[in-house]
């Protein structure tokens, strides 16, 4: 799956709630069914029908992820039963040979659980203090195409009581973690998605981590609700002024050699990469910023 074809804004939705899969699609880039933490015990089944049953007859699978739950429990095992019976209808190519739904897996902590899931297209969701110990492994093991980091389920993990200050910004243990996916990902040439914000209200805090996500080299932020589409898309788009110096600097370098001064800036090799992406995301499909 490339995050650039796909779009940046990703956004959950409970396997539960089939009447919403049409509008999550219609609103997001990606739609992540869930099968894990959105949907109560007493549900799974149901939902995992449901999941099934819109896969089959018309999901888009090239923009369509499902959350498993995690290795190791009795769901997990129902979950991929359920999906190893789906061809996804449409582009098989999208979703791989076996023409299988991509699936997240939460909680991972180790490659076997990843190679368990031969056959699928995996993003992995570190988010445990073993996850994130083992970030290399897990995004480096066959299948995997993505990764995911998760700041509540770590700091539970670790004992804690919030991954936030109060005025919102992460404390360093999350931090640390979301550096530590990120850097892993990208060694190992896979795409990194950024954690969900939970407070759906806070517009601004939204808008301020995607502007870094953007910065630090993530291709996408997960929403977990549709307002919080159009916040991750704009933050995503380079704004005119940006991809005017991108544009104007890449011209530049096709008559310089080597380091050059462009703007009253040096400009070398890593400059001229940044400026690159800048002008494929200026490309992408999605709003440019005011």
């Given at each position: 799956?490339?995050?650039?074809?796909?779009g940046?804004?990703?956004?959950?939705?409970?396997?539960?709630?089939?009447?919403?899969?049409?509008?999550?699609?219609?609103?997001?880039?990606?739609?992540?069914?869930d099968?894990?933490d959105?949907?109560?015990?007493?549900?799974?089944?149901?939902?995992?029908r449901?999941?099934?049953?819109?896969?089959?007859?018309?999901?888009?699978?090239?923009?369509?992820?499902?959350?498993?739950?995690?290795?190791?429990?009795?769901?997990?095992?129902r979950?991929v039963?359920?999906?190893?019976d789906?061809?996804?209808?449409?582009?098989v190519?999208?979703?791989?040979?076996?023409?299988?739904?991509?699936?997240?897996?939460?909680?991972?902590?180790?490659?076997?659980?990843?190679?368990?899931?031969a056959?699928?297209?995996v993003?992995?969701?570190?988010?445990?203090?073993?996850?994130?110990?083992?970030?290399?492994?897990?995004v480096?093991?066959?299948?995997?195409?993505?990764?995911?980091w998760?700041a509540?389920?770590?700091?539970?993990?670790?004992?804690?009581?919030?991954?936030?200050?109060?005025d919102?910004?992460y404390?360093?243990?999350?931090?640390?973690?979301?550096?530590?996916?990120?850097?892993?990902?990208?060694?190992?040439?896979?795409f990194?998605l950024?954690?969900?914000?939970?407070?759906?209200?806070?517009?601004d805090?939204?808008?301020?981590e995607c502007?870094?996500?953007?910065?630090?080299?993530f291709?996408?932020t997960?929403?977990?609700?549709?307002?919080?589409?159009?916040?991750?898309?704009?933050a995503?788009?380079?704004?005119?002024e940006?991809v005017?110096?991108?544009?104007?600097?890449l011209a530049?370098?096709?008559?310089?050699?080597?380091v050059?001064?462009?703007?009253?800036?040096?400009?070398?090799?890593?400059?001229?990469?940044?400026?690159?992406r800048?002008?494929s995301?200026?490309?992408?499909?999605g709003?440019?910023?005011?």
């Amino acid at each position: 799956m490339s995050p650039v074809e796909g779009g940046p804004a990703w956004l959950f939705c409970p396997g539960d709630r089939p009447d919403r899969f049409a509008k999550a699609a219609q609103r997001a880039d990606v739609v992540i069914l869930d099968l894990e933490d959105a949907v109560a015990p007493d549900r799974k089944d149901e939902a995992r029908r449901a999941v099934a049953e819109a896969l089959g007859t018309g999901l888009d699978p090239a923009r369509t992820v499902v959350r498993v739950n995690a290795a190791g429990t009795a769901e997990h095992a129902r979950d991929v039963e359920a999906l190893r019976d789906v061809e996804a209808v449409g582009d098989v190519e999208a979703v791989g040979d076996a023409g299988r739904p991509r699936v997240m897996l939460p909680k991972a902590e180790d490659p076997r659980e990843v190679l368990a899931l031969a056959g699928f297209e995996v993003v992995v969701l570190i988010e445990t203090p073993l996850g994130v110990e083992r970030a290399g492994g897990l995004v480096a093991a066959h299948g995997v195409v993505g990764a995911m980091w998760g700041a509540d389920d770590l700091v539970a993990g670790l004992g804690g009581t919030g991954s936030r200050w109060p005025d919102g910004r992460y404390r360093d243990v999350a931090r640390f973690a979301r550096a530590r996916v990120l850097v892993a990902a990208k060694a190992h040439g896979r795409f990194a998605l950024d954690a969900v914000h939970l407070d759906i209200d806070d517009a601004d805090g939204l808008r301020a981590e995607c502007e870094d996500a953007v910065a630090s080299g993530f291709d996408g932020t997960v929403a977990i609700h549709p307002a919080q589409v159009p916040v991750i898309r704009a933050a995503y788009a380079p704004s005119p002024e940006r991809v005017r110096w991108a544009r104007e600097l890449l011209a530049a370098a096709e008559s310089e050699g080597g380091v050059f001064r462009f703007e009253g800036r040096m400009v070398d090799g890593p400059i001229i990469a940044q400026a690159h992406r800048i002008v494929s995301a200026a490309r992408s499909p999605g709003p440019t910023r005011p």
